[in-house]
């Protein structure tokens, strides 16, 4: 039989709208509380933060929001993402399985970050902010929000953990190349950088620490905001057009998911391609499973606590309700640099309080050898991060093979591993 490879959508079926799964939810998530006061905030309380539009969406219950046509318009460069057959995975793992993933690799700066990037810079310069701040890990969410803000004509302040900054230089001068500034977390150029380096100048960094120092910049400079690359209910939102295109392009196919998988870092990606498939298992009786792959080394669903927690390491944040590792925890430095946030946001913790999501812990030496699995079957190099949902498929599709189960499983490729290559060359050298 022939395999159809390719499920496209022309641009008229770009979705015009965002859809939020907490109008849905049957739990609502508990409230964000204020760390001084430790009573619930307002989306006023995070103004001075956060574009207006965007604190706004942070609390909306509304199920639909409007995407505004500069949005939909910049979309169009990469958007829809296709729909793919993996049948060239099929056939290596010789699993009845039908495997479907859907690209978000091929935006230009090779992740589905540019998605809320995008988002998140039009409000703000909707609103007239002049500049921005954010941290990066890996250097694909400051990648994103080097173009967008490029696009926007806002200034970018990107603050990049150390250890991504020396290991993958290249992502580095990929900002730089979009005209933002980027420093090394921990910096010299923020009070809470400065305090870090004075007690250890040899740190590598965390996410949570880049967030601590870009909030301090965004909060101590003029008509300047913060921007987040995860985790908050807002970016959840704008990621929904990656699982609305696939639905649509699920519907050409003829199957539906019995299974929907991503890797889990802040939760985005995974959300993206899950929310508006969960939608149907609480409003059409659809008994899709839902599942996270978790780094090993950083299992916040698995075997973090739900608990409110700070969002950075220096506590400036709202606390959230949330599974979390401890806000000061330091995961090992592994590859899916993507992966090392500590907490996984208010309303994926409550799905996986609920039992309405599942999550899996896996070692990365597993993940990168699903990564070449995939890579020598599909032709795509995965990222670090995007291998550990392959892994998680693989596992699942020779579960189906033993079993001779032909169910449908279709999972989030998050992003290319081109800027990686040095993560994959120490993996084939043993030396992992
Ligand atoms: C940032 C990133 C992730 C992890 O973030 P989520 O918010 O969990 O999606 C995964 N894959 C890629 C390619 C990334 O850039």
């Keep these: 039989m022939k395999v159809t490879k390719k499920f496209t959508l022309p641009e008229s079926e770009i979705p015009t709208q965002w859809y939020n799964i907490v109008a849905d939810m049957p739990n609502k998530p508990q409230p964000l509380l204020h760390p001084g006061t430790r009573k619930p905030i307002k989306a006023e309380d995070m103004e001075g933060l956060f574009a207006k539009e965007l604190a706004k969406q942070e609390f909306s219950t509304e199920r639909w929001h409007e995407i505004p046509e500069d949005v939909r318009t910049l979309y169009k460069i990469y958007r829809p993402s296709p729909l793919v057959r993996a049948s060239g995975l099929e056939k290596a793992l010789n699993t009845p399985a039908k495997i479907y993933f859907k690209n978000e690799s091929v935006s230009p700066v090779g992740s589905h970050k540019l998605n809320t990037a995008i988002a998140q810079c039009y409000y703000n310069a909707e609103q007239g902010i002049t500049h921005l701040t954010t941290e990066t890990g890996a250097g694909q969410w400051g990648s994103a929000m080097a173009v967008a803000a490029r696009h926007f004509k806002v200034g970018l302040d990107v603050f990049m953990v150390k250890n991504s900054y020396n290991t993958k230089p290249y992502r580095k001068i990929v900002m730089r190349t979009y005209g933002a500034n980027v420093h090394a977390v921990p910096s010299p150029d923020t009070e809470y950088g400065r305090a870090v380096l004075a007690k250890d100048p040899t740190c590598l960094g965390s996410l949570g620490m880049a967030i601590s120092e870009a909030v301090e910049m965004a ?139 599942e999550s899996y812990p896996i070692d990365q030496r597993e993940t990168f050898a699903a990564g070449i699995t995939f890579a020598q079957s599909e032709g795509i190099i995965p990222a670090p991060e995007s291998t550990h949902a392959i892994a998680l498929v693989i596992r699942e599709a020779l579960k189906d093979k033993a079993e001779g189960r032909d169910e449908t499983i279709l999972f989030n490729l998050s992003g290319h591993g081109l800027l990686d290559m040095a993560a994959y060359e120490q993996y084939m050298d043993g030396k992992l």
């Design 219 to 357: 909060v101590h400079s003029d008509n300047a905001r913060y921007t987040l690359g995860s985790v908050l209910n807002h970016v959840l939102l704008h990621q929904t057009v990656i699982g609305l295109e696939a639905e649509k392009q699920m519907e050409m196919t003829g199957d539906y998911p019995d299974k929907v998988i991503a890797c889990f870092g802040g939760g985005s990606n995974f959300s993206g391609i899950s929310f508006p498939f969960l939608r149907h298992n609480f409003l059409d009786g659809k008994k899709t499973r839902f599942m996270a792959a978790e780094p090993a080394a950083c299992p916040k669903l698995s075997c973090g606590k739900f608990e409110y927690d700070f969002g950075d390491t220096e506590g400036l944040t709202p606390l959230i309700p949330m599974y979390t590792l401890g806000h000061d925890f330091q995961p090992a430095q592994i590859h899916a640099a993507g992966l090392r946030y500590h907490g996984g946001g208010q309303i994926v913790s409550q799905l996986k309080k609920d039992g309405l999501i």
